[in-house]
C-alpha cells in the first residue's frame, strides 16, 4: 500500500467523530481520494439511497472530476443489497460487498453503509478498469472498514445538524421573545464619583440557565450571531431616550457584524457620540484592515473604539496597535489581585503610560476591593467598573443612578454658591 494513501486513510479511521469537528465534504473527498488511488481505481463515490430507490451521490473523488455530489449513480438501486445484482460475483466470502464486471465501467466495487441502528444509508463505491486479480483481501478489507468509519462520521454529521436546528430554533425565539435582557454595569469616574457611561450585557431568562457567551458561541456556530447582537444593540439603544445625554454606552461586538456591514444600520438615527463598540475578537491581519474600512465614516461622526487589554502580552498588544482603540481596558484578569502583584502593577502602569501617549481614555474593569481600586487610582487610572462600585442592574436602576449623581451636582453647586 502507497505510503502517503495508507497514513490519509489511517486518519480517516481514526478522525474524531464529535459532532461538528470535521467537515464532511473536504474530509471525505481528500479520503476517497487516497482509496481510489490506493486500489488503481478511477473513482470513487459515497452514495445515499433515495425514497424512489435510487442512489444519490453525497460525496465523489474522480480522475477526469466529472464525478460530483448531486449525480445519481444510475447502475445502483436500493435493493441491490443484501443480494448481489445479476452478473456480480461476492468478493472474498463477503455476502456485504461486490464486484461487477461491465463494460462501463469494466470493474464496480461496492460496499453498502449501514447506519448504527441497522438502517442503510447507502454505498461506498469504486469504479474504474483495473482486473480482478490486482484486488486483495486487504483492499476488501480497508474498503469495508471505510465503509463503516463512513456510516460514525456521518451519523456524527447528522446529530450535529440536528442540534444545529434545535440550537437555531432556540435562538430564534429567544430573539422573537422575551428570553433576552439587558443589563447596565456603570463606568465610574473615581475622582469625581460620578457615573460617565455604561456597558450594556448582555442576560438570557432561559431555563437552564446558560451563559451569554454560550449563547453567542451557539449562535455564532448555526449563523444567527448577527442577528443576536442586533437584538442586543436595539434593546440598548433605547436606553438613550432616558439616559443623560453626556452618558456613553459601550457594547460588545464580534468581528461577524462588523465584517457584515450591518453595523451602520443598526446604529442608525442614534448620536454616535455615545456610542462605544468593545472589540476583543482577535481577527486575521485582512480582516482587521476591512473592519478599519467599516468604521472610518463611523469613527469620523464621533463612534469611539474600545479593547481590552488581558495581560496576554505581544498577542494583546497587537490586537490594540491593529485597532487604533479611543479607549484601552484593563480586564478583569489583570486587575484582579493588582495591589498585591508587582508584575500587574507594572503591566498596568506601562498601559496607562502608553494610553496618554496615544491619547486614549484608560478603564479598569472587574475591580472587586478597595485596594484595587486604589492601587489603580495610584497608577493613573480614573474610570473603573466593577462590582466593588456597583453590580450590573435594569435600565431603571441605571436612570435612578444618573439621578442620583445629578441631585448630587446640583447641592454642590447650590454649596458653592452660597
Known sequence: MNASHEVLILNFLVEEKTPGAVPLDP?????????????????????????????LLVHADSCDGALRPGCWDTYAWQDEAPAPEPGEEPIVNSTHMWMSAGERPRMRLSTRICLGDGSRYGALVCLGAAPREAFTERDTTTMRVFAEMAAEHIEASSSADARNAETAVAIRGVIAGDGLSCLYQPIVDVIRGK??????????????????????????????????????????????????????????VSSSILLHARLERAFSGCALSRVVLEINEHMSIRQYDEIARVLAPLREQGLRI??????????????????????????????????????????????????????????AEGVETAAELSTLKALGVTRMQGYFLRRPGPLEAAVALCGRDKRLAQSDEETVAA
Open 306 to 363: 474600545a479593547v481590552d487589554d488581558n495581560g496576554r502580552g505581544l498577542d494583546g498588544f497587537r490586537h490594540i496597535l491593529n485597532l487604533h482603540p479611543d479607549i484601552i481596558k484593563l480586564h478583569r484578569t489583570l486587575v484582579q489581585g493588582i495591589d498585591r502583584d508587582p508584575a500587574r502593577r507594572a503591566h498596568a502602569g506601562a498601559l496607562v503610560q502608553f494610553g496618554k501617549s496615544q491619547g486614549c481614555e484608560l478603564i
Open 27 to 55: 474530509f471525505f473527498g481528500r479520503a476517497l481520494r487516497a482509496l481510489r488511488t490506493q486500489l488503481g481505481m478511477e473513482a470513487a463515490f459515497i452514495s445515499r439511497y433515495g425514497r424512489d430507490g435510487h442512489a
Open 195 to 252: 457615573v460617565v457611561g455604561f456597558e450594556a450585557l448582555a442576560r438570557f431568562s432561559t431555563v437552564p440557565a446558560r451563559s451569554p457567551d454560550a449563547w453567542f458561541a451557539d449562535a455564532a456556530r448555526v449563523g444567527l450571531d448577527v442577528e443576536l447582537e442586533n437584538e442586543l444593540i436595539a434593546q440598548a439603544l433605547r436606553s438613550f431616550g432616558v439616559l443623560p445625554s453626556a452618558v456613553s454606552v459601550a457594547f460588545n
